[in-house]
C-alpha cells in the first residue's frame, strides 16, 4: 500500500497534456507522500505513448494493451480498479476531463475509497494527502481530507500543474489484464471532428476582446491580427457585434456567451456594461486597456491600464514579433 | 313659400321602386350592423371594466374636437375635419327632410321645411357640401401627391417587395370610400343645379353653389330641355349611389364611421398602464385563437382607418423590426371576418396569422395606443398573445432565462440580492434600512438603478441632493425585488404577481414611511397604476417631480447657472403613460439650462427600445436600434450640449447608442440628478449633513485596520480546523486503516414509499437544488462553509437540460413517466415544483440534517436508494452543478448500481427498450459516438436541447403533483468521499493599474500573457 498511481490520457493516438500534468502534480507530493510514482497507459498499442510518458519523477510505467485504442469509460474502470488492486496505490491521479469524469468517480465509488475531482492544489499533511478544489462557483476554496481512507482517487484541473520538462528513466512493465469477462458493454460507433469555422467562447481559454474603444469598424482586421498572433480567441462586446463587426459568435456578455472556460480575458477598449461583465468577470486573470480610468470594466480587472487602445496594440504586437 | 318638391316628376311606379330599394338597403344595413354585433357578442368578456358614460363624454368630445384626427398630422386633421362636418351637416339636413316627410307631415300634418329655415337650411347644406367636396379633394391630393410611407402598405419592414393581396384590397377600399363620397356629393350640386335651372325660385340665391353651377352649365349651352334630362337621370343616379353607400358602410372603410365611435367610448384611458390580469376562469392563459379575444378587442379590430399614425410612430416600425401595429391590427381584423368571432378550424393564430417575433419586436412604449385615432388598444392586443407564447414557453431563449433569473434572485442581472443596497456603500452618510427604522420616504431604487454602475452613480447623486435638501429617506436594501412592471409586459403574469406580492409584504412589514420615490419609470407606473389592485401601497412620486418641487420651495437653489444648451428625451413611462411632461423641464429651466425639443417630444416620444422585456432579448442583427435612431434626432438640433433623461434604462440605452451611432463627440448623455448636482454645486457642499473630515479619516482607517484583522483570520481557522481533523466529523471505519480498498460504495437503505405500477417507461432524473453565492458572505462557525443565509437556491441548469432530455424522451415514446430526485433540504421543493411544473409526473426528496454540504459519493448513495426502489429504465442528470461542480455523482450513482453509463452526452437516441446511441463531446469539440445498452445513466451536458420553460402560474399549479419525502437518516455519519478541512476566500484580484507609455504598458502586459495563457 503505497505509491501513486497516475492514469494516462490519449486520444486518437495523441498523448495528452493532461499527462504531463498529472505526472508533474505527482512528484511535487511524491518525497512526502512516498513512491513510486506508477503511469498506466491503456491503448491497443501502448508502448507508442512511453517515450512521452517516461518524464523525470516517474518510476515505473505499467502499459496494457486492450484491443481497442479507443476510450472506453468501462474497459479503463475496469483496467484501474485491477491495476489498483495489484499494486495498492495510496493515491490514483486522473484528469477532471470528459474522459476522466467518464470513468474515474466510478472506480472510487468501487474501491470505496477517497474521492475529490477538479481539484487544483495538492499538498501533504502529516503523510496525508490533502487536496485543494473551488465551491460555489469558484469564490472560495475548499481544503479537502481523506482521514481513514486506503486509496484515494483525484481528478486534476487541466491547465493548472506543470508537468516535468526532463525524461525521467521509468522501467517499463506490461501488465495483462483479462477484460473477458467484462462483455462488449459500448459499442465504440465514430469520431466526428468539430466545425472548424466558427469561435467557441465558452470554451476559449484566452480571450482578446474588443469593444467601442476600437472606434471604427477598419480596424477590426489588425485586432482578429493581434489576436491570431497571441493564440486568443477573438471575443467583443454588444456593441460591435450588433454593429455586424463581427458576427454574434464572438459576443461575449449576457446576450452572447459566457466566456466559462476562460482564464485570461484581455479587454480592449470595452467599458465594461454590466452585460458584458456577466459573461467575463469570472475569468481567472482580466487585463483591461481603455481611456477612461472610471470604467466598471476595472472594477473586475486583476491588471488595467488607461492607455490608448490602437496604441497600446500596436506596441503589444511589436512585443510579440 | 320658399321650399321645394321632392319627388319631382316621379311616377308611382318609380316612387314604390325608389322606397322598395331604400328600405331594402335600411334593412341591409341593419343586418350588416347586428351581423357585426353577433360577432362582438362572441368575443370573451373583457378583462377590465369599462365605464361607458365617461367615454360617451370623452368620445363626443374628441370627436367634435377632431383633436384625433389633427394629432402629428395636421393636414390629415384639416381634411378630416371638413369631410367630417360637411358629412355630417349633410346627414343631419337628409335626416331633417326625411324626419318632415316621413314622421311629422304624415303623422301630424305639421310641416317645417319651408320659409326661413328652408333658406338657412339651403345655404348651410351648400356650405357643408362645398366644405365636404374640398375636404376630399384634399385627402385625394394627399393620398395621390405625396406617397407618405404610413399610408404604403408594403410591408417593407419585412423585406416585402410586393402588397399582400389584401392590402390591394384596403388600397381599392380607400380610393373607393373618398370617390364614391366625391361622386355623391358632386351629383347633389348638379341636381341643385338643375332644380334651380329650370325652376328658378326666387330665393335661389340661398343656394349659391347651386346657382353658380347652373349658370355655368346654362354658359356652356345647356337648355331647360337638357336639364330636365339630367334632373331625372341624376335624381335617380344620385339617390340609388346614396342608398349603395349606405348599404356598403358596415362592409369597407367606411364603417369607422359607427366603429370607431363604439372603440373611442370603450377607449381605456389606462391601457397600458394598468394591464388586465389573467382571467382564471377562462381555462386558458391569454389568446392562442380569434375567438379568445374580447368583444372590445374585436371592435378594435373593426374601428381602424388604416390612418398610419400608429405605423409611424411604431419604434419598431421606424427600425425595421418585424411589427407594425396597423398591419398587425389590420391582419386581425381580416383574421375575425372571416371567422365571425368563432374559433376557426385549421388556421393557428400566432403562427399563421401574426408571428410570434411581431409579438416580442413590441417595446410596449404605448405610442400606438397613445396617437391611435379611434382608440386602439395595441398593446393590450400584443400583451394578450405574448401571455399565451410564455405560457407555451415559446420566446427567445436569453429572455427565458433572464425570466428564471428574476424568479431566483428578485433581480434581472443575475446579481445576489443583497448587492441591491452596494452602491451606498460610497456615500459619505449611511442610508437607513427601512425595515430598521422609520422615515419619511421609501426609496424604490429598481433594477437598473440597483445594479448597473452608471446608474449608480445617478443614484449616489440623488442621495446627495435629497439629503441635501433635508428628505429623510430609507431603502428596502435586499428586502427589495424588481417592481415587475417589464415582467407583466413580456407577459410572465404569475412572475409579476409573486414580485407584487413580495414587494407588498416588505412594504407592509417595514416600519413607517408616508411615501415612496423612485428614479424609475417603470417602477413608477407598475407601483402607482398597477401595485393598489393588489393591496395598499403608498403614493409614488417620480424624482424629477420631487426636485422640481424642491426647487420652487426654495429647498434646492441654483448656486451655478448650467447656461447649457439641453434636449429633453421623455422616458415612456412617465409620460406617455402617466402624463408627466413638465417637471422634469421645470427642473431643467430653474437650473439655467436652454431646452431644445426634440421634433418627437412629450407624448411623441420615441421609446430607447428597452421597453416591454426588449432589454432582455438581443436585437435583430442588422438593424438601426431605436436608441441610435433617437440619437439621430438629438444630433440634428443645432449644438446641444446634453441630452437629458431620467430614467436608468434611457441612460444606458442611450449612453451606448451615442457611441454606436457615431455621435460621442456631438453631445453628452446625462441624467437630469446630475445637472442639478452640478448646478447646485454639490460636490462643494460640505453640509452640517455630511460628516466630518476628520470623521471620515477616522472612519476610513478603521476600514482598514478592520481589513487587516480580518486578513489572518484565514489561517486561524485553518489551525482550529486542524486540530479537529485528528478527530474529523465523519469517524473513520475501523476497519479503512488495515483496507487498502473497503470494496464498493452501496446503495443507501431508505425506508419504502409507495411506488407506482409502472405504465411505460420510467425515467429517473436526479436534480439539484444548487447553491448560488453573491460576492459577499461569511463562514460558518466551523469554517467548513458558508453561512446558509448568504445562499440563494435555483435549479441547476445542467439537471435542467437533463430534465427536459427525460420529459423528450417520454413523450416521444408517447408513453410513461418522468420521476425528479433530489437529496435537499425543505427549500429544494422551490425546485421540484418547478421541475414538476416543467412536466416531471412525480417527485421524490430524500433528507436528513447530516446531509447538509454532502459529497458526491454521498448523495450518489441516496439517489441510488431512490433508483432501487423506483426500478427505472433510464436515469439523466446533469454533468454537473454549478455550485460544486464535482462532475462525479452521476457515475459514481452508475457504478453503484451496477449500471452502463455515459458521461458528458450531448445526443441521445434511445430505441424504447434496450439500445441506446450516444453522443459524447470531448474537449476541444471532437464527439464520440457509441452505443450502449439501457438501462443505463447518463450524464447530460447544456446545449443537448433548450429546456422548457415553466412559468410562476404552473409552478403554484404543479403543487398539486405528488412530491415524497423519504427519510435518509440511514446515511448520517457513514464514509463519504472527503472530508471538508476548511473553506477559505482565495486571494482576490484587485486591478493592478500599469502606469507609463504604451509602450511600457504593452511590454508590462505581454509579459503577463506569456505567464498566464
Same mark, same amino acid.
Given at each position: 500500500?503505497?505509491?501513486?498511481?497516475?492514469?494516462?490520457?490519449?486520444?486518437?493516438?495523441?498523448?495528452?497534456?493532461? @499527462?504531463?500534468? #498529472?505526472? &508533474? %502534480?505527482?512528484?511535487?507530493?511524491?518525497?512526502?507522500? =512516498?513512491?513510486?510514482?506508477?503511469?498506466? $497507459?491503456?491503448?491497443?498499442?501502448?508502448g507508442a505513448f512511453v517515450a512521452k510518458i517516461d518524464l523525470e519523477g516517474v518510476d515505473e510505467i505499467l502499459t496494457v494493451s486492450v484491443d481497442s485504442s479507443d476510450f472506453d469509460a468501462t474497459v479503463y474502470e475496469e483496467v484501474t480498479c485491477r491495476l489498483g488492486t495489484l499494486r495498492q496505490p495510496r493515491v490514483i491521479l486522473v484528469g477532471h476531463t470528459i474522459n476522466g469524469m467518464a470513468f474515474a468517480p466510478a472506480v472510487a465509488a468501487r474501491l470505496g475509497g477517497g474521492l475529490a475531482t477538479d481539484v487544483f492544489a495538492l499538498d501533504v499533511d502529516n503523510g496525508e494527502i490533502v487536496a485543494t478544489r473551488g465551491a460555489y462557483g469558484g469564490k472560495v476554496?475548499?481544503?479537502?481530507?481523506?482521514?481513514?481512507?486506503?486509496?484515494? @482517487?483525484?481528478? #486534476?484541473? &487541466? %491547465?493548472?500543474?506543470?508537468?516535468?520538462?526532463?525524461? =525521467?528513466?521509468?522501467?517499463?512493465?506490461? $501488465?495483462?489484464?483479462?477484460?473477458?469477462?467484462?462483455?462488449?458493454?459500448?459499442?465504440?460507433?465514430?469520431?466526428?471532428?468539430?466545425?472548424?469555422?466558427?469561435?467557441?467562447?465558452?470554451?476559449?481559454?484566452?480571450?482578446?476582446?474588443?469593444?467601442?474603444?476600437?472606434?471604427?469598424?477598419?480596424?477590426?482586421?489588425?485586432?482578429?491580427?493581434?489576436?491570431?498572433?497571441?493564440?486568443?480567441?477573438?471575443?467583443?462586446?454588444?456593441?460591435?457585434?450588433?454593429?455586424?463587426?463581427?458576427?454574434?459568435?464572438?459576443?461575449?456578455?449576457?446576450?452572447?456567451?459566457?466566456?466559462?472556460?476562460?482564464?485570461?480575458?484581455?479587454?480592449?477598449?470595452?467599458?465594461?456594461?454590466?452585460?458584458?461583465?456577466?459573461?467575463?468577470?469570472?475569468?481567472?486573470?482580466?487585463?483591461?486597456?481603455?481611456?477612461?480610468?472610471?470604467?466598471?470594466?476595472?472594477?473586475?480587472?486583476?491588471?488595467?491600464?488607461?492607455?490608448? $487602445?490602437?496604441?497600446?496594440?500596436?506596441?503589444?504586437?511589436?512585443?510579440?514579433? | 313659400?320658399?321650399?321645394?318638391?321632392?319627388?319631382?316628376?316621379?311616377?308611382?311606379?318609380?316612387?314604390?321602386?325608389?322606397?322598395?330599394?331604400?328600405?331594402?338597403?335600411?334593412?341591409?344595413?341593419?343586418?350588416?350592423?347586428?351581423?357585426?354585433?353577433?360577432?362582438?357578442?362572441?368575443?370573451?368578456?373583457?378583462?377590465?371594466?369599462?365605464?361607458?358614460?365617461?367615454?360617451?363624454?370623452?368620445?363626443?368630445?374628441?370627436?367634435?374636437?377632431?383633436?384625433?384626427?389633427?394629432?402629428?398630422?395636421?393636414?390629415?386633421?384639416?381634411?378630416?375635419?371638413?369631410?367630417?362636418?360637411?358629412?355630417?351637416?349633410?346627414?343631419?339636413?337628409?335626416?331633417?327632410?326625411?324626419?318632415?316627410?316621413?314622421?311629422?307631415?304624415?303623422?301630424?300634418?305639421?310641416?317645417?321645411?319651408?320659409?326661413?329655415?328652408?333658406?338657412?337650411?339651403?345655404?348651410?347644406?351648400?356650405?357643408?357640401?362645398?366644405?365636404?367636396?374640398?375636404?376630399?379633394?384634399?385627402?385625394?391630393?394627399?393620398?395621390?401627391?405625396?406617397?407618405?410611407?404610413?399610408?404604403?402598405?408594403?410591408?417593407?419592414?419585412?423585406?416585402?417587395?410586393?402588397?399582400?393581396?389584401?392590402?390591394?384590397?384596403?388600397?381599392?377600399?380607400?380610393?373607393?370610400?373618398?370617390?364614391?363620397?366625391l361622386l355623391i356629393t358632386v351629383t347633389g350640386f348638379l341636381q341643385e343645379a338643375v332644380r334651380l335651372s329650370m325652376d328658378q325660385p326666387p330665393w335661389q340665391a340661398w343656394s349659391p353653389v347651386g346657382l353658380g353651377l347652373a349658370r355655368v352649365l346654362e354658359g356652356l349651352g345647356m337648355d331647360a330641355e337638357g336639364a330636365a334630362a339630367v334632373r331625372s337621370a341624376n335624381w335617380w343616379f344620385h339617390g340609388m349611389l346614396s342608398l349603395a353607400f349606405i348599404a356598403a358602410i358596415p362592409w369597407y372603410k367606411a364603417k369607422h364611421m359607427i366603429a370607431a365611435l363604439g372603440s373611442l367610448v370603450i377607449r381605456d384611458p389606462k391601457v397600458l398602464s394598468r394591464l388586465?390580469?389573467?382571467?382564471?376562469?377562462?381555462?386558458?392563459?391569454?389568446?392562442?385563437?380569434?375567438?379568445?379575444?374580447?368583444?372590445?378587442?374585436?371592435?378594435?379590430?373593426?374601428?381602424?382607418?388604416?390612418?398610419?399614425?400608429?405605423?409611424?410612430?411604431?419604434?419598431?416600425?421606424?427600425?425595421?423590426?418585424?411589427?407594425?401595429?396597423?398591419?398587425?391590427?389590420?391582419?386581425?381584423?381580416?383574421?375575425?371576418?372571416?371567422?365571425?368571432?368563432?374559433?376557426?378550424?385549421?388556421?393557428?393564430?400566432?403562427?399563421?396569422?401574426?408571428?410570434?417575433?411581431?409579438?416580442?419586436?413590441?417595446?410596449?412604449?404605448?405610442?400606438?395606443?397613445?396617437?391611435?385615432?379611434?382608440?386602439?388598444?395595441?398593446?393590450?392586443?400584443?400583451?394578450?398573445?405574448?401571455?399565451?407564447?410564455?405560457?407555451?414557453?415559446?420566446?427567445?431563449?436569453?429572455?427565458?432565462?433572464?425570466?428564471?433569473?428574476?424568479?431566483?434572485?428578485?433581480?434581472?442581472?443575475?446579481?445576489?440580492?443583497?448587492?441591491?443596497?452596494?452602491?451606498?456603500?460610497?456615500?459619505?452618510?449611511?442610508?437607513?434600512?427601512?425595515?430598521?427604522?422609520?422615515?419619511?420616504?421609501?426609496?424604490?431604487?429598481?433594477?437598473?438603478?440597483?445594479?448597473?454602475?452608471?446608474?449608480?452613480?445617478?443614484?449616489?447623486?440623488?442621495?446627495?441632493?435629497?439629503?441635501?435638501?433635508?428628505?429623510?429617506?430609507?431603502?428596502?436594501?435586499?428586502?427589495?425585488?424588481?417592481?415587475?412592471?417589464?415582467?407583466?409586459?413580456?407577459?410572465?403574469?404569475?412572475?409579476?404577481?409573486?414580485?407584487?406580492?413580495?414587494?407588498?409584504?416588505?412594504?407592509?412589514?417595514?416600519?413607517?414611511?408616508?411615501?415612496?420615490?423612485?428614479?424609475?419609470?417603470?417602477?413608477?407606473?407598475?407601483?402607482?397604476?398597477?401595485?393598489?389592485?393588489?393591496?395598499?401601497?403608498?403614493?409614488?412620486?417620480?424624482?424629477?417631480?420631487?426636485?422640481?418641487?424642491?426647487?420652487?420651495?426654495?429647498?434646492?437653489?441654483?448656486?451655478?447657472?448650467?447656461?447649457?444648451?439641453?434636449?429633453?428625451?421623455?422616458?415612456?413611462?412617465?409620460?406617455?403613460?402617466?402624463?408627466?411632461?413638465?417637471?422634469?423641464?421645470?427642473?431643467?429651466?430653474?437650473?439655467?439650462?436652454?431646452?431644445?425639443?426634440?421634433?418627437?417630444?412629450?407624448?411623441?416620444?420615441?421609446?430607447?427600445?428597452?421597453?416591454?422585456?426588449?432589454?432582455?432579448?438581443?436585437?435583430?442583427?442588422?438593424?438601426?436600434?431605436?436608441?441610435?435612431?433617437?440619437?439621430?434626432?438629438?444630433?440634428?438640433?443645432?449644438?446641444?450640449?446634453?441630452?437629458?433623461?431620467?430614467?436608468?434604462?434611457?441612460?444606458?440605452?442611450?449612453?451606448?447608442?451615442?457611441?454606436?451611432?457615431?455621435?460621442?463627440?456631438?453631445?453628452?448623455?446625462?441624467?437630469?440628478?446630475?445637472?442639478?448636482?452640478?448646478?447646485?454645486?454639490?460636490?462643494?457642499?460640505?453640509?452640517?449633513?455630511?460628516?466630518?473630515?476628520?470623521?471620515?479619516?477616522?472612519?476610513?482607517?478603521?476600514?482598514?485596520?478592520?481589513?487587516?484583522?480580518?486578513?489572518?483570520?484565514?489561517?486561524?481557522?485553518?489551525?482550529?480546523?486542524?486540530?479537529?481533523?485528528?478527530?474529523?466529523?465523519?469517524?473513520?471505519?475501523?476497519?479503512?486503516?488495515?483496507?487498502?480498498?473497503?470494496?464498493?460504495?452501496?446503495?443507501?437503505?431508505?425506508?419504502?414509499?409507495?411506488?407506482?405500477?409502472?405504465?411505460?417507461?420510467?425515467?429517473?432524473?436526479?436534480?439539484?437544488?444548487?447553491?448560488?453565492?453573491?460576492?459577499?458572505?461569511?463562514?460558518?462557525?466551523?469554517?467548513?462553509?458558508?453561512?446558509?443565509?448568504?445562499?440563494?437556491?435555483?435549479?441547476?441548469?445542467?439537471?435542467?437540460?437533463?430534465?427536459?432530455?427525460?420529459?423528450?424522451?417520454?413523450?416521444?415514446?408517447?408513453?410513461?413517466?418522468?420521476?425528479?430526485?433530489?437529496?435537499?433540504?425543505?427549500?429544494?421543493?422551490?425546485?421540484?415544483?418547478?421541475?414538476?411544473?416543467?412536466?416531471?409526473?412525480?417527485?421524490?426528496?430524500?433528507?436528513?440534517?447530516?446531509?447538509?454540504?454532502?459529497?458526491?459519493?454521498t448523495v450518489a448513495r441516496a439517489l441510488a436508494g431512490v433508483a432501487v426502489q423506483e426500478q427505472p429504465d433510464l436515469i439523466f442528470t446533469g454533468v454537473q452543478s454549478s455550485d460544486h461542480a464535482h462532475g462525479a455523482t452521476g457515475t459514481v450513482l452508475a457504478r453503484i448500481l451496477r449500471l452502463p453509463y455515459a458521461a458528458v452526452v450531448i445526443y441521445v437516441e434511445w430505441d424504447g427498450a434496450s439500445k441506446l446511441v450516444v453522443t459524447r463531446e470531448l474537449e476541444g469539440g471532437v464527439r464520440h459516438r457509441f452505443e450502449l445498452p439501457s438501462p443505463a445513466v447518463l450524464t447530460v451536458q447544456t446545449g443537448i436541447n433548450t429546456p422548457r420553460y415553466a412559468t410562476?402560474?404552473?409552478?403554484?399549479?404543479?403543487?398539486?403533483?405528488?412530491?415524497?419525502?423519504?427519510?435518509?437518516?440511514?446515511?448520517?455519519?457513514?464514509?463519504?468521499?472527503?472530508?471538508?478541512?476548511?473553506?477559505?476566500?482565495?486571494?482576490?484580484?484587485?486591478?493592478?493599474?500599469?502606469?507609463?507609455?504604451?509602450?511600457?504598458?504593452?511590454?508590462?502586459?505581454?509579459?503577463?500573457?506569456?505567464?498566464?495563457?
Open positions: 500500500m503505497a505509491g501513486i498511481l497516475a492514469i494516462a490520457e490519449h486520444i486518437r493516438g495523441e498523448l495528452r497534456d493532461i @499527462t504531463g500534468e #498529472l505526472i &508533474g %502534480a505527482a512528484v511535487s507530493v511524491k518525497d512526502q507522500l =512516498g513512491g513510486p510514482l506508477m503511469v498506466a $497507459v491503456i491503448g491497443d498499442d501502448p476554496n475548499l481544503e479537502l481530507g481523506f482521514p481513514g481512507k486506503g486509496v484515494v @482517487t483525484l481528478m #486534476l484541473r &487541466g %491547465a493548472t500543474f506543470k508537468a516535468p520538462e526532463a525524461a =525521467g528513466s521509468a522501467t517499463v512493465t506490461p $501488465v495483462e489484464v483479462d477484460l473477458a469477462g467484462l462483455g462488449g458493454v459500448s459499442t465504440h460507433l465514430d469520431y466526428t471532428d468539430a466545425p472548424t469555422a466558427d469561435v467557441d467562447i465558452t470554451k476559449a481559454e484566452f480571450i482578446l476582446a474588443i469593444g467601442r474603444g476600437i472606434q471604427n469598424e477598419e480596424n477590426v482586421p489588425r485586432f482578429a491580427a493581434l489576436a491570431e498572433q497571441l493564440g486568443a480567441t477573438l471575443g467583443c462586446s454588444r456593441p460591435i457585434a450588433d454593429a455586424g463587426w463581427l458576427p454574434k459568435a464572438h459576443q461575449v456578455g449576457q446576450s452572447g456567451t459566457v466566456a466559462t472556460a476562460c482564464k485570461l480575458y484581455l479587454a480592449l477598449g470595452i467599458s465594461g456594461a454590466v452585460q458584458h461583465l456577466f459573461g467575463m468577470k469570472q475569468a481567472d486573470t482580466i487585463i483591461a486597456i481603455n481611456t477612461d480610468s472610471d470604467a466598471p470594466i476595472f472594477n473586475v480587472a486583476t491588471y488595467g491600464a488607461c492607455t490608448d $487602445v490602437l496604441e497600446f496594440a500596436d506596441a503589444l504586437e511589436k512585443q510579440f514579433n | 313659400m320658399e321650399t321645394r318638391e321632392l319627388f319631382w316628376e316621379i311616377g308611382p311606379t318609380a316612387y314604390v321602386v325608389f322606397y322598395a330599394v331604400a328600405y331594402s338597403v335600411i334593412a341591409f344595413f341593419l343586418w350588416s350592423v347586428l351581423r357585426h354585433i353577433l360577432k362582438y357578442r362572441r368575443g370573451a368578456s373583457h378583462p377590465l371594466p369599462v365605464d361607458v358614460w365617461a367615454g360617451i363624454g370623452r368620445m363626443i368630445r374628441e370627436v367634435l374636437s377632431q383633436r384625433p384626427a389633427f394629432r402629428r398630422d395636421r393636414f390629415a386633421g384639416h381634411g378630416h375635419t371638413q369631410i367630417f362636418y360637411g358629412f355630417v351637416l349633410l346627414f343631419i339636413g337628409t335626416s331633417i327632410i326625411t324626419l318632415e316627410y316621413e314622421i311629422t307631415e304624415p303623422l301630424f300634418g305639421f310641416t317645417f321645411w319651408q320659409g326661413g329655415f328652408y333658406l338657412v337650411f339651403s345655404l348651410v347644406m351648400d356650405i357643408a357640401g362645398v366644405a365636404l367636396i374640398a375636404g376630399l379633394i384634399f385627402m385625394i391630393w394627399r393620398r395621390a401627391g405625396f406617397r407618405l410611407a404610413k399610408l404604403e402598405y408594403r410591408r417593407s419592414y419585412r423585406g416585402e417587395a410586393e402588397l399582400r393581396p389584401p392590402a390591394r384590397g384596403w388600397r381599392r377600399e380607400d380610393w373607393l370610400f373618398v370617390g364614391v363620397l388586465p390580469r389573467v382571467d382564471e376562469e377562462a381555462g386558458h392563459v391569454g389568446v392562442a385563437s380569434i375567438e379568445q379575444f374580447s368583444w372590445k378587442d374585436a371592435l378594435n379590430f373593426d374601428a381602424c382607418i388604416r390612418c398610419g399614425k400608429c405605423h409611424e410612430a411604431c419604434p419598431a416600425t421606424t427600425v425595421g423590426a418585424p411589427l407594425s401595429p396597423r398591419d398587425l391590427i389590420l391582419d386581425l381584423r381580416e383574421h375575425n371576418d372571416a371567422a365571425q368571432g368563432r374559433a376557426p378550424e385549421g388556421v393557428s393564430l400566432i403562427g399563421d396569422i401574426i408571428d410570434p417575433e411581431t409579438l416580442w419586436a413590441c417595446t410596449s412604449c404605448g405610442a400606438c395606443s397613445e396617437v391611435c385615432p379611434v382608440g386602439i388598444e395595441h398593446p393590450a392586443i400584443i400583451l394578450q398573445m405574448r401571455r399565451h407564447l410564455v405560457e407555451q414557453g415559446e420566446m427567445d431563449p436569453q429572455l427565458q432565462s433572464t425570466l428564471d433569473t428574476v424568479a431566483n434572485l428578485g433581480n434581472s442581472f443575475g446579481e445576489n440580492p443583497r448587492k441591491r443596497g452596494a452602491w451606498t456603500k460610497d456615500l459619505e452618510f449611511p442610508v437607513k434600512d427601512i425595515r430598521e427604522e422609520p422615515a419619511d420616504v421609501l426609496w424604490f431604487v429598481g433594477d437598473y438603478a440597483s445594479f448597473d454602475p452608471r446608474n449608480q452613480k445617478v443614484n449616489q447623486t440623488v442621495a446627495r441632493l435629497l439629503r441635501s435638501a433635508g428628505i429623510d429617506f430609507a431603502l428596502l436594501y435586499e428586502g427589495e425585488r424588481t417592481a415587475g412592471n417589464d415582467i407583466r409586459r413580456v407577459g410572465e403574469e404569475g412572475l409579476f404577481e409573486s414580485l407584487v406580492e413580495h414587494n407588498l409584504d416588505q412594504m407592509n412589514g417595514a416600519k413607517k414611511f408616508s411615501w415612496i420615490i423612485t428614479t424609475d419609470p417603470h417602477s413608477y407606473n407598475t407601483i402607482k397604476n398597477e401595485y393598489p389592485e393588489f393591496g395598499e401601497v403608498a403614493p409614488i412620486r417620480h424624482y424629477s417631480a420631487v426636485l422640481a418641487e424642491l426647487f420652487e420651495t426654495g429647498k434646492l437653489k441654483p448656486i451655478k447657472p448650467l447656461g447649457k444648451r439641453v434636449t429633453f428625451h421623455d422616458p415612456c413611462y412617465l409620460g406617455r403613460l402617466n402624463g408627466e411632461y413638465e417637471a422634469s423641464r421645470a427642473v431643467l429651466r430653474a437650473i439655467g439650462c436652454e431646452l431644445v425639443e426634440m421634433p418627437r417630444n412629450r407624448d411623441n416620444s420615441f421609446c430607447c427600445g428597452a421597453g416591454g422585456g426588449r432589454i432582455w432579448m438581443p436585437d435583430p442583427p442588422g438593424l438601426e436600434r431605436p436608441s441610435e435612431n433617437r440619437m439621430h434626432e438629438a444630433a440634428a438640433l443645432d449644438d446641444i450640449d446634453y441630452f437629458v433623461t431620467c430614467c436608468p434604462k434611457d441612460l444606458t440605452m442611450f449612453e451606448d447608442a451615442r457611441k454606436t451611432s457615431g455621435h460621442e463627440k456631438d453631445f453628452v448623455v446625462t441624467d437630469l440628478a446630475e445637472l442639478v448636482a452640478e448646478a447646485i454645486e454639490l460636490e462643494s457642499i460640505p453640509l452640517k449633513d455630511v460628516p466630518s473630515l476628520v470623521e471620515r479619516i477616522t472612519d476610513a482607517v478603521a476600514n482598514q485596520i478592520a481589513a487587516v484583522e480580518a486578513a489572518p483570520a484565514a489561517p486561524a481557522v485553518a489551525t482550529e480546523v486542524e486540530a479537529t481533523t485528528a478527530r474529523p466529523p465523519t469517524p473513520p471505519e475501523p476497519a479503512a486503516e488495515a483496507a487498502w480498498s473497503p470494496g464498493p460504495v452501496t446503495a443507501a437503505e431508505l425506508p419504502p414509499y409507495e411506488v407506482p405500477a409502472k405504465e411505460g417507461p420510467r425515467i429517473m432524473v436526479a436534480v439539484k437544488h444548487v447553491a448560488v453565492l453573491g460576492d459577499e458572505y461569511a463562514f460558518t462557525e466551523d469554517g467548513r462553509d458558508v453561512q446558509e443565509d448568504y445562499l440563494d437556491h435555483a435549479l441547476n441548469e445542467w439537471d435542467d437540460a437533463a430534465l427536459e432530455e427525460a420529459l423528450l424522451t417520454v413523450e416521444r415514446a408517447g408513453a410513461g413517466e418522468v420521476v425528479a430526485v433530489t437529496v435537499g433540504p425543505e427549500g429544494a421543493e422551490a425546485t421540484l415544483r418547478k421541475v414538476l411544473a416543467k412536466g416531471a409526473h412525480r417527485a421524490v426528496r430524500v433528507w436528513n440534517d447530516s446531509l447538509v454540504g454532502a459529497d458526491p459519493v410562476m402560474r404552473m409552478i403554484k399549479q404543479a403543487k398539486d403533483k405528488p412530491l415524497v419525502v423519504v427519510d435518509g437518516s440511514s446515511l448520517a455519519g457513514t464514509p463519504a468521499g472527503y472530508v471538508v478541512r476548511r473553506m477559505y476566500t482565495p486571494p482576490k484580484s484587485q486591478a493592478e493599474m500599469l502606469e507609463g507609455s504604451a509602450e511600457e504598458v504593452a511590454a508590462a502586459i505581454a509579459k503577463i500573457i506569456r505567464e498566464k495563457r
